[in-house]
């Protein structure tokens, strides 16, 4: 170091004003830190060193609270957990003035300073922000995060790259960032030679950009382009994100959705049933596998299903905090007054119905055939109408002496109702 202060005055130290020597010191002193390497530390040392930088970092001089971001950066992984618990760890939801002032000293080192708050998400308990410094530390970089990240979308180790998409998707919800978070998270999605990576990264494009807005073209594109890649996987969660991003788009990607349910059976995971309710009325198709994923042991699952259910009949979101099982049953009761209901809306009530013919509780089928009895009367297509009457004559075969009965009367009045209106 002192060679670089030799140097100096040999060019004419006193020549030079005050303040371009006070900015050549700091940038030799920038670049000496560079090219030195992290002194080795043994873990008491490493301790006793992180707690010295962390306070430093709470100075009230600018330049020292860098110094010592740089010194941290340089020591790297190693430190990180350290400076998790001396800095952040239980107070950091507390401590907000200080842990900002701290991580503010790293946004103002530059993007060199990604890595560390990257191993900051990897190392807390959660991902969200008001318990996770990294993630507070990438939003305060903005976009001078962006050279950063994209190195470490370079990085060797998979769950590098795999924690590194999820900053990026923090940035991607920030109007001033989306775009750059955008272009990382497409490149990632399309070339990334680890499945997982891509998946979470086509998962991220769904959630780019400000709540309620419009998803950037580009985004749009490529979800839609991926509908057809080669990996299965990243074909379903494109088009998980394809109608949480973009509900318009939503017949595009029903049928892999559909497809999904299908196979998934009873284990439904949260995104398809978000997938599902984002749908609309491209879900009526599934109607079938919708009911008889309705068997799923996970109760939030069933309970969101029903409601998906209850509004593809009545267009109407059936949201109710109630029990799945109480919800199906008021869905199917109400159903049977389909007169008022669009055509669509009538297919799906029939649907819905016949399909809960073969549910478990017995109180639901009887529900079911009441509410069959019902909308048969303003069903206007007799190929529609037909089966119902043939689904009712099944029922007769129900093994709960009620619900036989109830499909018994049922054949009767529609039977009966179809012999007067022959006579008229």
């Known amino acids: ?34 090219v030195t390497p992290a002194p080795a ?61 701290a991580l503010s000293a790293f946004a103002d080192v530059g993007p060199e300073s990604v890595p560390i708050m ?3 998400i990897r190392g807390a308990d959660s991902f969200d922000f008001n318990f996770n410094p990294g993630v507070t530390g990438i939003l305060i970089l903005g976009t001078n995060a962006f050279p950063g990240l994209e190195k470490l979308l370079r990085d060797p180790d998979p769950e590098m790259r795999h924690v590194t998409i999820y900053a990026a998707r923090i940035l991607g919800m920030s109007p001033e960032t989306c775009a750059g978070a955008a272009r ?13 990576v891509r998946c979470n990264a086509v998962f991220s494009l769904g959630a780019c950009g400000p709540p309620f807005s419009v998803v950037p073209g580009d985004v749009r594109k490529t979800l839609r382009q991926l509908l057809n890649d080669n990996v299965e996987s990243v074909r379903i969660t494109a088009a998980f994100s394809l109608v949480r991003a ?6 595009a990607a029903a049928p892999l959705i559909l497809k999904h349910i299908a196979a998934a059976g009873t284990n439904q995971t949260f995104e398809s049933v ?8 491209n879900a009526a198709a599934g109607i079938p596998e919708i009911i008889a994923a309705l068997d799923t042991p996970d109760s939030f699952v069933e309970n969101r299903l029903t409601n998906v259910l209850g509004c593809l009949a009545t267009g109407v979101p059936a949201e109710r905090y109630t029990t799945p099982k109480a919800l199906r049953k008021e869905i199917v009761t109400e159903l049977g007054n ?17 399909a809960v013919l073969k549910d478990r509780d017995a109180g639901i089928r009887m529900a079911a055939v009441y509410a069959l009895r019902s909308a048969a009367a303003s069903i206007d297509d007799p190929k529609v109408a037909a089966t119902i009457v043939a689904k009712l004559k099944e029922a007769l075969a129900d093994p709960d002496e009620f619900a036989r009965n109830s499909a018994k009367r049922a054949l009767d009045e529609i039977q009966s109702a179809g012999a007067k209106l022959k006579q008229e």
Request: charged share 20%; aromatic share 4%.
């Open 338 to 354: 389909a007169a008022s209901l669009t055509k669509l809306h009538k297919e799906a009530v029939v649907a819905i119905l016949l």
């Open 118 to 120: 990257v191993e900051l």
């Open 1 to 34: 170091m002192p060679v670089f202060f030799n140097v100096l005055g040999a060019v004419g130290w006193r020549r030079a004003s005050r303040a371009t020597c006070a900015s050549l010191s700091s940038l030799l002193v920038v670049l000496w830190m560079a």
């Open 184 to 196: 990382l998270l497409i490149g990632a999605a399309k070339d990334d030679i680890d499945v997982r």
């Open 246 to 251: 973009c509900p318009d788009c939503a017949g």
């Open 274 to 281: 978000l997938a599902l309710e984002n749908l609309g009325t």
């Open 41 to 101: 530390l043994g873990e008491e040392g490493l301790s006793a060193r992180v707690d010295a930088l962390a306070a430093q970092l709470l100075g009230t001089n600018k330049l020292s609270r860098m110094d010592a971001a740089r010194e941290l950066i340089r020591i790297g992984k190693p430190g990180v957990r350290e400076l998790n618990q001396v800095l952040f760890g239980d107070l950091w939801k507390v401590m907000g003035a200080n842990a900002h002032l």
